[in-house]
């Protein structure tokens, strides 16, 4: 009986959207980066599936579901790319060199690195768009042939570093550029480095919302060209 339930498109949608709920309202209430949703969603979703002896299979049935919604998020992340078009224009020149010479040093450094290391090409193509949002990195990956987990993991721990150390540099570095600050987090830690931007002040928030589009614009010309040096 159990197992019909399992193997139900339905159980891993509902699973994982009661999880990722959860989780969210822990993060709203600790405020804390390391209580990341996602991350912690996974780690329970782990849990359940090992204490219930349910196969990833099954879960997946459903799972692929919200699977298929990557491809409509992705399309969104235009809404804030729209909205902050005003703040493009008037500082375009600033905010696509940088940019676009961040996330250049950022895959050469992780293919140098990972290199070195002696990492299976899977590997490097899985880590290079870990810059980007989830949608993004995750059909970036795939269609280099890495493993998405990884990306996902990756992605997650990217931002995460992100939140928890930039105001620090700031701070050593005496950065206080509200534009600076919000390209710097949008376009290295997405998501959750704009949420931090957001905290911090409402156009380090906006910059940051709008570095995450045009990194996302970047990202997916940039790695096609730097991907032939794996």
Do not use: Q, W
Request: with cysteine.
């Amino acid at each position: 009986m159990f197992s019909d339930v399992f193997s139900n498109p339905l159980f891993g949608v509902l699973l994982t959207i009661l999880i990722y709920t959860i989780c969210l309202k822990i993060f709203s209430k600790l405020k804390l980066p390391l209580f990341n949703p996602m991350l912690l969603s996974i780690i329970f979703i782990i849990i359940v599936l090992k204490t219930f002896n349910i196969s990833y299979e099954n879960y997946y049935v459903g799972g692929s579901i919200l699977n298929a919604l990557i491809v409509p998020a992705t399309v969104a992340l235009a809404i804030p790319l729209h909205k902050n078009l005003h703040l493009l224009k008037k500082h375009y020149l600033s905010i696509i060199i940088g940019i676009l010479v961040g996330n250049v040093i950022n895959c050469l450094l992780i293919i140098f690195i990972a290199k070195t290391l002696k990492y299976k090409p899977e590997l490097i193509y899985s880590m290079l768009p870990k810059s980007v949002t989830t949608a993004i990195a995750v059909g970036v990956s795939e269609n280099l042939g890495g493993f998405t987990s990884i990306t996902v993991v990756v992605v997650m721990i990217t931002g995460m570093t992100g939140a928890v150390l930039a105001p620090f540099i700031f701070e050593k570095l005496k950065i206080k550029d509200p534009i600076a600050i919000g390209i710097s987090l949008g376009s290295s830690s997405h998501a959750v480095g704009t949420s931090k931007a957001i905290e911090m002040n409402s156009v380090s928030g906006a910059m940051a919302g709008l570095a995450i589009g045009v990194t996302g614009v970047f990202i997916v010309f940039i790695i096609p060209l730097v991907v032939r040096l794996v």
